[in-house]
């Protein structure tokens, strides 16, 4: 696998970790999950996102 699909793959990754703690706290609708939880699904989604963002960046100008 290169490069490439494996930052892509983890992009979507964290694209979607961090929809559905957005999600979760926007809307109410999983009451399971807690707040917190999904707090920190966000926070750490947003963070994958950028990070993944910057390594696609990087290696697309290689």
Do not use: C
Request: charged share 10%; hydrophobic share 60%.
């Amino acid at each position: 696998m290169s490069d490439l699909t494996k930052v892509i793959l983890t992009l979507t990754g964290s694209f979607l970790v961090f929809g559905f703690g957005v999600f979760r706290i926007v809307t109410e609708l999983l009451a399971s999950t807690p707040l917190v939880v999904a707090w920190i699904f966000a926070v750490t989604g947003l963070i994958g996102v950028i990070a993944n963002g910057i390594m696609l960046r990087k290696l697309k100008t290689n």
